[in-house]
């Protein structure tokens, strides 16, 4: 055996992660279901060529795999994960470990590791950032699993990351499903991110009259700026790329129905189970599925009349500001979520390296991160709102939030996303809010009893026992 690692699935991902992996001077065993996909991969390794052994039958590929054994499978996620591990299973031997890098529901992955323990083959769930180019030339790998075995992958791991200021994008993260449910998240905060973003181009352009060209400037501006980040940044390039045939603008082209793989309306549905607010995460799952009701939306406007375009009374730099806050109530969202799951499977998950891993690699990759991360290695996992640094930026930037949302209600233009977040915010930071109503409606339908301050919960009120019509 000579392999260093093996992997299996050379579609898009796995082909380019197995480049990465020759490049930074590993030997990689490799493996695809449809064996003419090894052939043509080796074939166009070039200069990498050496390093890659090509492998259609799968003892022989595990075999070629120095022990213990490290085995990336990178499939289409759900039941070809499990096909792979029970191929696999019969080949391998205990102390082996198997990475599964795809974009895996994470209760499938405590499922597989809780299965593949006993038998003593590791299982390790990581969540993989970046797509192609990040699988290419270093992503951000979030690391679930078997922690034991990680360590037997962790030089491949690190060597294949994207660097930040020289540190490596990767960690292990907690146990199980750990990697997988940070993946998660990660995604839903990508959801939200490039929502937000959607919505103050949406103001752009029908508030403000701007043209892609003047918004793309608009926002190669800003990533100068405390915004600086790889959405921002590819939303300059995207909104000034031109349509060839046509000679417009691509973005008025594009069809405004956004597709959607799963991972964020996953984070949005765990982020219910486990009663943590996700507002702004939850309002970017629902803009997408809008967006995909394009016939209705179609008939909607004919009923109720297209809105006449301009007259938005905001600044360019107060929506500038209101995509800062925004984008703070959805990571602080993000940030108790991950919080939360920590807790309940006792996953440890270290919130400061969380946001040091995304610093670099994957898609929400951005300046602030890295300001995220410095108030999370702190130790206290407080809400992103009540964090000291944020608290300044906040104080600064609602105010703009609040009037690119009003400017929008006014001007009837969606803001699902930002107009979630500031009401996030909002309620967040209210002392008295309005469920003592709640509760007393409660009561009075279903005696489920109040606390009174001072004379302790289980109290009722007495309601009259019929209503008149
Ligand atoms: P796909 O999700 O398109 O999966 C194709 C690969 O899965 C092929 O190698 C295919 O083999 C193999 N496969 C499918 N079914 C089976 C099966 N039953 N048994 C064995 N092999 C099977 O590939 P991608 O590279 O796009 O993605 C891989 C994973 O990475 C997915 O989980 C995806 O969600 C995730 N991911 C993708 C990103 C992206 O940008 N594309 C970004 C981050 C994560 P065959 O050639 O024989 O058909």
Not at 213 to 225: L, M, P, R, T
Not at 409 to 417: D, R, V
Request: charged content about 20%.
């Amino acid at each position: 055996a000579s392999a260093d690692i093996g992997l299996i699935g050379l579609a898009v991902m796995g082909s380019n992660l197995a480049l990465n992996i020759a490049e930074k001077g590993y030997t990689i065993a490799v493996h695809n279901r449809t064996a003419a996909k090894i052939d043509e991969f080796v074939a166009e390794a070039g200069e990498l060529r050496p390093r890659i052994i090509g492998k259609a039958d799968l003892k022989e590929f595990v075999q070629a795999i120095k022990a213990p054994r490290s085995i990336i499978i990178m499939v289409k996620a759900g039941k070809p994960v499990d096909d792979v591990i029970e191929e696999l299973l019969p080949l391998l031997d205990k102390g082996d470990a198997i990475l599964e890098c795809g974009n895996s529901l994470y209760t499938d992955t405590q499922r597989r590791f809780d299965y593949l323990k006993p038998k003593g083959i590791g299982y390790l769930g990581v969540g993989v950032s970046g797509g192609e180019e990040g699988a290419r030339h270093g992503p951000s790998i979030m690391v679930g699993g078997s922690k034991e075995q990680w360590h037997n992958a962790e030089p491949v791991l690190k060597a294949i990351a994207a660097k930040f200021n020289g540190e490596p994008c990767c960690a292990y993260l907690g146990e199980g499903g750990a990697g997988h449910f940070v993946k998660t998240i990660h995604n839903g905060i990508e959801y939200a991110d490039m929502q937000m973003i959607a919505e103050v181009y949406g103001v752009m352009r029908d508030g403000l009259g701007m043209n892609p060209k003047q918004a793309s400037d608009v926002f190669k501006e800003w990533n100068k700026g405390p915004l600086n980040s790889y959405l921002i940044e590819i939303t300059g390039y995207v909104l000034e790329a031109i349509d060839g045939p046509t000679g417009k603008p691509l973005v008025e082209l594009i069809v405004d129905r956004a597709g959607q793989k799963g991972t964020g309306r996953w984070s949005a549905i765990v982020a219910q189970e486990m009663a943590v607010p996700a507002t702004a995460i939850e309002g970017a799952v629902a803009a997408r599925s809008l967006s995909a009701a394009k016939d209705q939306r179609v008939a909607a406007e004919a009923i109720y009349g297209k809105r006449q375009a301009g007259g938005a009374d905001v600044s360019l730099a107060e929506l500038e500001k209101a995509l800062l806050a925004g984008k703070i109530a959805a990571y602080a969202q993000g940030f108790a979520v991950l919080a939360k799951a920590s807790e309940e499977n006792g996953w440890n998950l270290p919130l400061g390296t969380i946001a040091k891993i995304w610093r670099a690699g994957c898609i929400i990759r951005s300046r602030f991160l890295d300001q995220m991360a410095a108030t999370y290695d702190k130790g206290d996992n407080v809400n992103l709102l009540v964090a000291p640094d944020f608290v300044t930026i906040m104080k600064d930037a609602h105010p703009s939030l609040r009037k690119v949302v009003a400017a929008g209600a006014l001007g009837e233009f969606p803001l699902i996303c930002l107009s979630s977040a500031l009401s996030y915010f909002d309620s967040y930071r209210q002392a008295r809010g309005t469920a003592n109503l709640i509760q007393g409606q409660r009561d009075f339908f279903g005696a489920h009893g109040f606390e009174i301050e001072g004379r302790g919960p289980g109290q009722h009120g007495k309601w009259p026992s019929t209503l008149g019509n």
